[in-house]
């Protein structure tokens, strides 16, 4: 990577960071461009270089988050059939997505905060419910398609929730204990 780009790459991130420290005492929705160049210590056209208003910066971290754990599924998704029923493609998918969100935790912990972006939430759950649809598709003798819609739902705000959980209680559970939760408390459960 060239210093120029590390320079850009550096640059944004503090224009993130500090997006995200004035939106956690504020608010997301009071923060304003004059106090993340505030508080970035740069100037109007510097943020502006780089993101065209506040939305477009909020965007832009949701969608970074979304696209890392859409990579993580693609690579689940394009399994063989026979590879999904030895369970080790789900085992990866489980322990990548895992780290997409131990290495976002504390960008989470604020989006899905009372102060952050509810409409992520809903991103999120829109997402969960269509990759849970795909792979009941999979298997259409379990399901009609309204249980399979009521399921997927479920299931999507069920993965949110312990999201949620996980990135607000952070220090007191590690990856692994969640990995374990997922794959023998919850599905002992449904």
Known sequence: MSNY???????????????????EAKGLEKVTVSDI??????????????????????NFIESNILNAIKIKYNIFNNCSNEELKRGKPQDIFIRSFLNVIENNHKLLS????????????????????????????????NFDDKRKKIFAFYCAVEAIGLISFWVHNFEDYSKDYIYNFINKDMWYVI
């Open 5 to 23: 780009e590390a320079k850009r790459q550096q640059t944004r991130q503090i224009i993130i960071n500090s997006m995200i420290m004035i939106a």
């Open 37 to 58: 160049i505030k508080n970035a210590n740069i100037n109007r056209s510097t943020f502006y270089r780089y993101f065209e208003d506040k939305f477009a910066l909020i």
């Open 110 to 141: 604020f989006l899905l905060s009372e102060k952050g972006d509810f409409e992520f939430n809903f991103q999120l759950v829109h997402f969960f419910e269509s990759i849970i649809r795909k792979s009941l598709d999979k298997n259409p003798d």
